[in-house]
């Protein structure tokens, strides 16, 4: 197709983050735009020149015949707005979590299985310059990796920023998952084991850590600090080299025998647009347009970051909640 009509479900900030992204992109036409609150909707149509403002999914189809579809709405609407995307025969790419627990993110992959779906989520740390380089440099090693993720969350600074009550309690699907996808994303084969050292305690919780074992040998450790301070980070380290992302839009790296850091330049596209939003709308239009090694993030891999959160937080989660 020589032009690519995308359409929006939600109107909020994420949702203008993709409109720039999608907007520079060759030959997309941002076409329509839906959102519960219609004036917030048409405040964004306005802004970038879309024609359509619909009252609904079905009516942003109808009115619309878009090829694709991106949505950003808010966890709790997550699993019936994607239903309502589903029904209609579009490329979908949700931006992540893909649902407010595992639970959801299944029965939403179960739906797209059954319609045969073009559905992608948004896990936008996979195409940030700094994974790239990192994942593109790991390619020429045949080394094993060890992964370590450090993550940081806080309930009650969830609460304070204005959370529901559900997402609050589900805070590790919509936030931690940010940080675990790296582990599968940096991890090489299939998860054998998710050995918990330091589980979950719901409200009391101060760390979470947990080993993650891959059948290629590679290793991970993820660790979370609950209601005290800590980073965001990653690092992948090998026999001869070791990888830093911290923060994780830059990458350093630290070759065997050496103690310094080597910087690695970070691309214009993660200054000039929300980190990975470029290129992750670049390979979602490639994606729709059928082109092999698109490079678009799949619903079955989003849901294996879904279910290792879930492995990981699950020894406790069944009994606080």
């Known amino acids: 197709m020589t032009e690519l009509k995308v359409a929006f479900v939600g109107a909020g900030n994420m949702t203008r983050e993709h409109m720039t992204a999608f907007a520079a992109q060759s030959g997309v036409v941002l076409c329509g735009v839906t959102n519960r609150t219609r004036a917030k909707a048409e405040v964004l149509a306005e802004e970038f020149n879309i024609p359509v403002v619909a009252s609904d999914v079905g009516a942003l189809y109808s009115e619309t015949k878009a090829d694709a579809v991106v949505m950003a709405v808010y966890e709790p609407a997550i699993r019936r707005t994607v239903s309502q995307i ?10 992540k979590p893909m649902g407010m627990n595992f639970e959801e993110a299944e029965a939403i992959a179960v739906e797209a299985r059954a319609r045969n779906a073009r559905l992608f989520v948004g896990l936008n740390r996979r195409t940030i310059g700094a994974t790239r380089a990192a994942l593109e440099d790991l390619k020429g090693s045949d080394n094993s990796r060890y992964i370590l993720v450090q993550d940081q969350q806080s309930l009650s600074a969830a609460r304070q920023i204005g959370h529901v009550e559900d997402v609050v309690q589900n805070w590790m699907f919509a936030n931690s998952v940010h940080l675990v996808d790296y582990i599968n994303a940096f991890g090489r084969g299939k998860i054998v084991a998710v050995n918990v050292i330091e589980p979950w305690l719901g409200e009391e919780t101060e760390r979470v850590v947990a ?20 980073p965001w980070s990653c690092t992948v380290t090998t026999q001869s080299r070791r990888w830093e992302l911290r923060p994780l839009e830059t990458a350093h790296y630290q070759n065997a025998g050496e103690r310094s850091l080597n910087d690695v330049t970070i691309p214009a596209a993660d200054k000039d647009y929300k980190p990975g939003f470029l ?31 879930h492995e990981i937080y699950r020894p406790t989660l069944e009994g606080v909640q």
Not at 86 to 95: D, R, T
Not at 211 to 230: C, T
């Open 86 to 95: 589903l029904s209609h025969p579009w490329a979908a790419l949700i931006e």
């Open 279 to 309: 290129l992750q709308a670049a390979n979602f239009c490639a994606a729709v347009r059928g082109e092999n090694n698109h490079g678009a993030i799949d619903y079955e891999t989003a849901l294996a970051s879904m279910r290792l959160v």
């Open 211 to 230: 080993q993650i074992v891959f059948d290629s040998g590679d290793r991970a450790l993820y660790e979370a600090i609950w209601n005290g301070p800590g």
